[in-house]
């Protein structure tokens, strides 16, 4: 008995030991890669230096990125088709300017002024209650049913956009705020300490404080209680009605989730674009972020952000391959660099389609679907390695 007892014990510090060797090791894992991130964010920018081109490229991809985070907590991680996040996005950026822009005499625009730390989630705020009441569509509309319910919302925002002059400024658009910050303006640049820093360093670091943000937070909702009640909606709804989950409150708070994170990433868009007419927040918006999360990986935080990088990216790296590079060649000769043909523009929505197609056939869980399958097959590789040995 004694030897069975000291045989047990001895395999339960065993399994103990390896276990917080593992946990040791991914933590280790972890940091190293925080380390590396942050390294890599920081430094971006300042490489990149007087490149107006792909810093502006990196921050509209950033505020697309935080938009994306919302769009995949809806239909990634909820299973609730929507094309009605152009509309989301262009409440939180009219809340924006409403909340935080000026009100120039003769303009007949609404601007109360107020510091970016309360129009950024008052954007937020606005845009969620919306999406709180949009929210009940989603209990009685399914699939596709629910896909051209939020396509009328976008119709109807457009209306109301072009309409509501005090609030959008009609169809000539207005103007939208900038943040400051005592004597900093982003607007303008200007000094952050030792650094000066452009117009497009302080909205690239502002968008990535933002993203971080919203990101550490919805992974956390989706490993909580309310998260796994997301992903047991979209893979059994009568099954998760059964166990238990309240199916009403599961998708208005999906909705509202959603919508929130869309606001926010408007008021950003808008702030940063400075102005735009009705017509922005329309439905190739919404289709641009559904691009974003097939192509990144639907049901992924870090897909949200590579898709939307990437398809942000895109048309600059057409341009490059158009003439834009050091030999002023076109690698893509069939793409016309005049008003005619096949132009960039048309180029790169035809790329879209073609990778929307792709993934969808063949790797539905996107680019992150590949790089987990990639380092599993690695993973694989080294254990084999290190059985063998």
Known sequence: MATETGARNSLKTDLARDYFRAHRANATRRLVWVIVGAVVIIGFPIVLGGNKEWLSVAVFGLIASIGA?????????????????????????????VFGGSSPAGSGVIGLGLPFYLWIPLAGLVAGLIGLIVGPLALRLKGLYLALATVSLVFIGLHLFSNLKDITGGANGRQFPAPTLGDLNFSTGGQVGPFTLTRDQLYYFLAVIILVLCAVFIRNVMKSRAGRAFMAVRDREIAAE??????????????VFSSALAGMAGALYGSYLRYSEPELWGLNLSIQFTAMIIIGGVG???????????????????????????WNANLVPFVSTEATGLTVSLFNQLLYAVFLILFLLFEPQGFVGIYRRLAYRVRLLFARKEAQA
């Open 300 to 326: 992924s935080v870090s897909g949200s952000i590579v898709g939307a990088l990437l398809l942000t990216a895109l048309p600059q790296l057409i341009q490059i391959l158009t003439g834009s590079n050091p």
């Open 242 to 255: 059964l166990i238990g989950i309240n199916l009403a409150w599961t998708k208005v708070t999906a909705f």
């Open 69 to 97: 985070l919302g769009m995949n907590v809806l239909t990634g991680y909820t299973g609730q088709a929507s094309f009605g996040h152009g509309f989301f996005l262009g409440v939180g950026a009219y809340t924006a300017a």
